[in-house]
T-cell receptor, first 114, second 116 residues
Framework: AQSVTQLDSHVSVSEGTPVLLRCNYS??????LFWYVQHPNKGLQLLLK??????LVKGINGFEAEFKKSETSFHLTKPSAHMSDAAEYFC????????????FGTGTRLLVSP | NAGVTQTPKFRILKIGQSMTLQCTQD?????MYWYRQDPGMGLKLIYY???????DKGEVPNGYNVSRSTTEDFPLRLELAAPSQTSVYFC???????????????FGAGSRLTVL
């Protein structure tokens, strides 16, 4: 069975400082991994995805994530936070064996202060 | 191109009432999903459909029903509303089955339901 653990429920950073949101996964097969962002009162939007190609994945708005199989991690980073990055972020795992049953992490709320 | 449209955006129900959350997509996607989002719990899959006429239960189907008579529409019905169904509900779509790689979900804006 697959699972995903987001290690921090809240992360607070100052504008202009780096962002690190941590995600560990468990999967019996070669997983596909995603990060989604949810702004207040909005639906979820895809930030980036890993599908067994390059291990360093670049997404929208300057975010990137690195797939590390040895550590079963898929941490999300951004070099410099912007106020508009304040949102909830979800790490998602899917076993690419046909039907895409996705398992969502519990989310990390990113707070950005001026 | 509207994408995934959910209605209503907000609704307050009394215990025991019934209602239908509507979901419509104009992307001709085969797969459709209903999730509920509770604080601190991530998203849980309620029901899904891989095409018109085909539906199946997800992780938390109790208290809900769905139908898929067309590719475009995937309504979620609550027959006897309970306070435990207070949540934010998201409809999502996906182009179709793949053997490798990953198709991305497209989400609606959500429907916030409160049962009192």
């Amino acid at each position: 069975a697959q699972s995903v653990t987001q290690l921090d429920s809240h992360v607070s950073v100052s504008e202009g400082t780096p962002v690190l949101l941590r995600c560990n996964y468990s999967s019996s097969y070669s997983p596909s991994l995603f990060w989604y962002v949810q702004h207040p009162n909005k639906g979820l939007q895809l930030l980036l995805k890993y599908t067994s190609a390059a291990t360093l994945v670049k997404g929208i708005n300057g975010f990137e994530a690195e797939f590390k199989k040895s550590e079963t991690s898929f941490h999300l980073t951004k070099p410099s936070a912007h106020m508009s990055d304040a949102a909830e972020y979800f790490c998602v795992v899917s076993e690419a064996t046909g039907f895409q049953k996705l398992v969502f992490g519990t989310g990390t709320r990113l707070l950005v202060s001026p | 191109n509207a994408g995934v449209t959910q209605t209503p955006k907000f609704r307050i129900l009394k215990i025991g009432q019934s209602m239908t959350l509507q979901c419509t997509q104009d992307m001709n996607h085969n797969y459709m999903y209903w999730y509920r989002q509770d604080p601190g719990m991530g998203l849980k899959l309620i029901y899904y459909s891989v095409g018109a006429g085909i539906t199946d239960k997800g992780e938390v189907p109790n208290g809900y029903n769905v139908s898929r008579s067309t590719t475009e529409d995937f309504p979620l019905r609550l027959e006897l509303a309970a306070p435990s169904q207070t949540s934010v509900y998201f409809c999502a779509t996906q182009p179709g089955q793949v053997l490798s790689g990953a198709n991305v979900l497209t989400f609606g804006a959500g429907s916030r339901l409160t049962v009192l």
